[in-house]
C-alpha cells in the first residue's frame, strides 16, 4: 500500500514536535496535527509561562528581604498586566522555534485541525483524509477539573487561563497542592496576595523523599501562605463578588476568597480522536497504555508524552519520543529506562529529584541506606544566604546511587548530576574524585561523601590506621 506519509504525528507539543523534527530530518514524509497551538501545553499554558512569572513572584522575595543583605528597599507596587505582558512576550520568542514556518521549512507538512483516526493508518481531517505507514499519538494533557458542588457556576482559573489575569488576586484560594498548585500559589503569595492552599492528603510533595516536605512546610508558613491539608471540599458558592469554599476537615470551615485556582491534578487528552475505535487500549483514566517501546496495541500506532504518563514532564515527551523514533526510524527495538527520571518543582526553594525516593526503592527491595545533608553547611549556601535545604542521596544494595532528593534555590540545576550518576552506577562516595569549583553548592555532594566514609568508618579503623600511620 502506498500512503501519503511516512509517519503522521498527532499533537504539536514537546513530543510530537521532536518526532516531526527529527523524522524530516531524517528523510522521513511527516505530517504533524495540531488542533490549537504549535508547542503544546508547555509552551502556551506550562513550563514557558510559569517559569517566566515565577522570576517576578521571586524577585519580589528577594526585594522583601533584602534586609538581610544590607540593603534597604521594597516592592511598593505590583503591576500584574506588565508582568503578564513580559510573560506573553518570552512565550512569542520561545514560540519562534515552535512555529509553523519553522517546521515546515524543515520538511514537515502542518495541519491546524482536528484529526481522528479511521483505521490502523487512516487519519480524517476536517475535508480530506490522509494516510501513514505510521501514527504516533502525543496529544498531551489537560487540567482536570474535579466533581464539586457548586464549581462550574464559578470563573474559575487553570494554569490555561491564569496568566490572562492583570490585576492581583487579592485573596486566591488554591484547589489542590501539587506542583502547579504550589508554585503558583507561593509565586502570588510573593507578589503580595493573600494565598490558602486546599489539599486532602495528610503532606504534600508526596512523589518525593518525606525530609522534603517538612523544609517546605516551614518556608510557605514563613511565607504567609494558609495551607488547609486532610480537607474535603464539599462545595464552592459565590456571594456577590466573593468565592466561598466549604471544606471538612473534622468540621465544616468557609474559607472566602476573591480568585479561584484549580489545580487538581492532569487529565489525558486522549478522547474524540477515535483511538479506541482503531484499537488502541487505554486504562481506566484514559491514559493509552503501551509497551516499553512506547508502541500501542495496534503496532503502528505509538504513542509518547503525556497523553500516555506515567511521568508528566516535558522532558519525558521529549525522551520517549526519541525512543519512538529510534524504533520507527532505525528499528532498534529501544525501550524507556524511568530507572533515573529528574523533576523539578519550581517553588521557592526548588525541590528536584531524580531516580528511586527511599520508599520505592525499598518496595522494591533495592534499598541500602541513605545519607543526609544540611545544605546550610555548605559555603556557597551561607554566602547566598540559601541555607533552607538539603541533600539527600538513596543508595542500592550495591551501595551505587539509586535516587536523590535536592531542595535547594539551585536544585533544577544540580539534580542533572545525580541523574549522571544514577545512569554511570556510581557510588556516592566517587564524588571525592570530582573536583569542583569553590565556593558551589555543587560541593554538597562531596560532603555527602565524606559523610558516608565517616559512617562506614570503625573505631577500630581509627586505632589501625594511627598504628601504622601515625606513628
Known sequence: MKYNYHIIVIGGGSGGLVIASAAAGLGADVALIEKEKMGGDCLNYGCIPSKTFLKSAHLASDIRNSHEFGLNAAVKNVNLEKVMARVKSVIKEAGTHDSKERYEKLGVKVYFDRAVLKNRHTVQLSDKQITGKYIVIATGSEPFIPDIAGLKNIDYLTNRNIFKLNKLPEHLIVLGGGPIGLELGQGFCHLGSK??????????????????????????????????????????????????????????????????????????????????????????????????????????????????????????????????????????????????????TYTKPEVAHAGYTQQLAESRGIFHSSVIVDLATIDRAKTENDRTGLLKLNLNRKKQIAGAAIVSEKGGELIPLVTLAIKKKMKATEFLDLIFSYPTEAEIFKSASIELIKQGFKSWHKKLIKKLFLR
Open 195 to 344: 494565598v490558602t492552599i486546599i489539599d486532602r492528603n495528610q503532606t504534600l510533595f508526596k512523589k518525593d523523599d518525606p525530609e522534603v516536605w517538612p523544609v517546605l512546610q516551614k518556608k510557605f508558613i514563613d511565607d504567609g501562605i494558609d495551607i488547609r491539608l486532610s480537607s474535603k471540599i464539599e462545595k464552592i458558592n459565590r456571594i456577590e463578588n466573593k468565592i466561598e469554599v466549604v471544606i471538612y476537615n473534622n468540621k465544616y470551615e468557609v474559607i472566602t476568597g476573591s480568585a479561584l485556582l484549580v489545580s487538581s491534578g492532569r487529565s489525558p487528552v486522549s478522547k474524540g480522536f477515535g483511538l479506541e475505535e482503531a484499537g488502541i487500549v487505554l486504562d481506566q483514566r484514559g491514559y493509552i497504555k503501551t509497551n516499553a517501546k512506547m508502541q500501542t496495541r495496534v503496532s503502528n500506532i505509538y504513542a509518547c508524552g503525556d497523553v500516555t504518563g506515567p511521568y508528566q514532564f516535558t522532558h519525558m515527551a521529549a525522551y520517549q519520543a526519541g525512543v519512538v523514533i529510534k524504533n520507527i526510524i532505525f528499528k532498534l527495538g529501544s525501550k524507556v529506562d524511568y530507572s533515573s527520571v529528574p523533576w523539578t
